[in-house]
């Protein structure tokens, strides 16, 4: 399981160091993609093997689950830690998340984000106003 906040710089190559913490749970590869709220999802390979399986479900003659997998699959990309514990993001992604110095990356569960610094608080800011809010939705969910 991934859990935790850690700050990082990107360099202008593109290279983000992966916390110590979270390397060895995502593997020597791993997937690196679009996330919800304008983040990254980085996913261990079995992480990912089981959401593709899950997405293949998914009805083709709909339009939004055929959006919701070409989301994330389209901008998909194996990744690797160097020697020197980083990983390359694509300039697509980077775009995407807005990551042009400090990062955030945060252990989800299943999966780690990577956050542009500024748009994490903002979006922590925002999510610790209305935590009494959403904490009482999540009883619908069975929590």
């Known amino acids: 399981m991934f859990m935790g906040e850690f700050q990082h710089n990107i360099d202008t190559k593109g290279r983000l160091i992966v916390p110590a913490k979270f390397r060895e ?3 020597e590869k791993f997937v690196v993609t679009r996330g919800l709220d304008g983040c990254l ?5 079995d992480a990912w093997k089981e959401f593709t399986e899950k997405s293949q479900d998914l009805p ?15 901008a998909a990309s194996d990744s690797e830690l160097d ?3 980083r990983i390359n993001i694509p300039a697509t992604l ?4 807005n990551l042009s110095k400090g990062c955030v990356i945060v ?10 610094e500024e748009r994490w608080e903002e ?8 935590f009494d809010e959403i904490a009482e939705s999540m009883i619908d969910f069975g929590f």
């Open 123 to 130: 979006y922590t800011a925002d999510s610790e106003e209305n």
């Open 83 to 85: 020697k020197q514990g």
């Open 107 to 116: 252990g989800v569960n299943n999966r780690i984000e990577i956050w542009d």
């Open 60 to 74: 083709l003659a709909k339009a939004d689950a055929r959006k919701f997998t070409r989301f994330f699959f389209s």
């Open 94 to 97: 980077r775009k995407y998340a």
């Open 25 to 27: 749970q995502l593997g």
């Open 41 to 45: 999802f980085g996913y261990p390979m």
